[in-house]
């Protein structure tokens, strides 16, 4: 007898890919790649990935199909036609599902809009505080990043024993090449720190760029990659110096040459549910100094160097200690392409089959 059906919401495939989209599409490639070679958790398993109007298609697909469904969009749409459509269990990969869904598998990534609310807009805290908490407790099963935002995710009244970690995984990087356009080949460079993600008070840029006089005593220049989504964060740019670049939003294989041959790169957040782009950086051969809070601890390990996000001196010495000190600058480099290969998209795409599996047999 067939396994039943499972549909993926993929509402993401309408959003602009940061952190959560990126971890949805490749979610989505590693099961279609795990049915297409027969493992064991996907025999028979048959997955349609339901998408509204307009979304873009998710290229290379050859098991799931992409269908799109309904004529609304945006939360209306997840909310009203995708349960209508999708009444078997839905997997939910960006932090919301339909709030009637009665067999729903929902990752939700972070609590930042409550631990961090400053980087946020009122309205898009509003509906976080009364969407995100009711879906997590009405899931049949909550996933997450990290076991930091695991226990965060906890608070909403789930057992925290129950949430699975299914975390980011490294291998699109491989997919990457490393094209230098003229901003890019301009900012690159041995003694340019790459700083990545959005002016949000909780990415700490401004800390990073108040130190912009002082590391332009050492030699060092700061890039700026990404920029603010004006609907979500606050705050506006800093000013900057003029050894501080801002490249703007660039593709993945314009960050793989900004990274190549970089200084570091700098991660100095003050809350993150995961944070991928140091576990990019380390795929790609890039030292990190990382903030030494949340969840980027758990997920660098050793192959980083830390600082604290309030304590400026601290990353001029760790900056300083990376230029000064080769073997220490290899040894990171060797530790992070390590520690990048701990983590998997096959790895947490095969649990979420083992989710379904589970819950296709309660």
Avoid at 27 to 38: F, N
Wanted: hydrophobic share 45%.
């Amino acid at each position: 007898m067939a396994k039943p059906d499972w549909f993926i919401n993929g509402r993401f495939l309408t959003q602009k890919t940061s952190g959560v989209q990126r971890y949805a599409r490749e979610i989505v490639r590693s099961l279609d790649a795990l049915l297409e070679e027969g493992h064991p958790l996907a025999r028979g398993r048959r997955l349609c990935l339901v998408t509204p109007p307009h979304a873009d298609i998710l290229p290379g697909l050859g098991m799931i199909e992409q269908r799109v469904v309904g004529s609304l969009r945006g939360h209306a749409w997840e909310q009203v036609s995708l349960p209508r459509y999708a009444r078997g269990g839905l997997l939910n990969l960006c932090n919301t599902a339909p709030l009637l869904g009665r067999r729903n598998i929902v990752c939700i990534h972070d609590t930042n809009v409550a631990d961090y609310p400053e980087s946020y807009s009122r309205q898009f805290r509003l509906l976080y505080r009364a969407l995100v908490p009711p879906v997590a407790r009405g899931a049949a099963m909550v996933a997450t990043v990290s076991a930091y935002s695991a226990g965060r995710i906890a608070r909403f009244g789930l057992d925290r024993g129950a949430i699975a970690v299914l975390p980011n995984g490294h291998e699109h990087v491989a997919r990457w090449r490393a094209v230098a356009s003229p901003a890019i080949a301009a900012a690159a460079g041995p003694n340019t720190i790459v700083v990545l993600g959005s002016r949000a008070p909780h990415k700490n840029l401004g800390m990073l760029l108040g130190l912009a006089g002082a590391l332009a005593g050492q030699g060092f220049r700061i890039a700026i990659a990404g920029a603010a989504d004006a609907h979500v964060f606050q705050g506006a740019a800093a000013g900057e110096a003029g050894n501080v670049v801002s490249v703007g939003r660039i593709s993945d294989d314009e960050l793989a040459a900004l990274l190549q041959g970089a200084h570091c790169l700098a991660f100095p957040s003050f809350v993150e549910g995961f944070g991928l782009p140091p576990l990019e950086a380390f795929a790609i051969g890039c030292p990190v100094v990382s903030s030494d809070r949340a969840s980027l601890p758990e997920v660098c390990g050793e192959a980083a160097l830390y600082a604290a996000p309030d304590r400026p001196d601290q990353w001029l010495s760790a900056f300083c200690a990376l230029r000064d000190d080769p073997r220490l600058r290899a040894a990171l480099i060797e530790r992070g392409h390590a520690r990048a290969r701990a983590f998997s998209w096959r790895e947490s795409a095969l649990g979420y089959l083992g989710a379904m599996a589970h819950l296709d047999e309660a």
